[in-house]
């Protein structure tokens, strides 16, 4: 399985990106896929996940009703669509995935990791 994400940028404050993570490798039926983002001294955090198939999907609570996650199933392609960004959306921007269709917000849960993609919130 790879995992190619991509989309992110330097915006300012308020603005809005779209994050794509391409997926290969396999028929991701029975997967859910997340979003995870790290800054700089600080863990791994969860921000989203959804289930391939169902597409049914799970936020962290400082992203509802700003971030939203979909996935084109056609294009292998799952999408994290961020408005009115913060600074403190600053981060690097992971995908993931695990080969179960429980969405889960532990990383250990996930299978899978792309490389990851940087997002710059500037006030």
């Known amino acids: 399985v790879q995992l190619q994400a991509s989309g992110g940028g330097l915006v300012q404050t308020g603005n809005s990106l779209r994050l794509s993570c391409k997926a290969s490798?396999?028929?991701?039926?029975?997967?859910?896929m997340g979003w995870f983002r790290q800054a700089p001294g600080l863990d791994r955090e969860f921000v989203a996940a959804l289930s391939w198939t169902a597409g049914n999907s799970i936020y962290a609570d400082f992203v509802k009703g700003r971030f939203a996650i979909s996935r084109d199933i056609t294009k292998n392609t799952m999408f994290l669509q961020m408005n009115n960004l913060k600074p403190e959306d600053t981060a690097v921007y992971f995908c993931a995935a695990s080969a179960t269709a429980t969405l889960t917000t532990f990383p250990t849960e996930y299978d899978f990791w792309g490389q990851g993609t940087l997002v710059t919130v500037s006030s």
């Open positions: 490798g396999r028929p991701f039926s029975g997967y859910s």
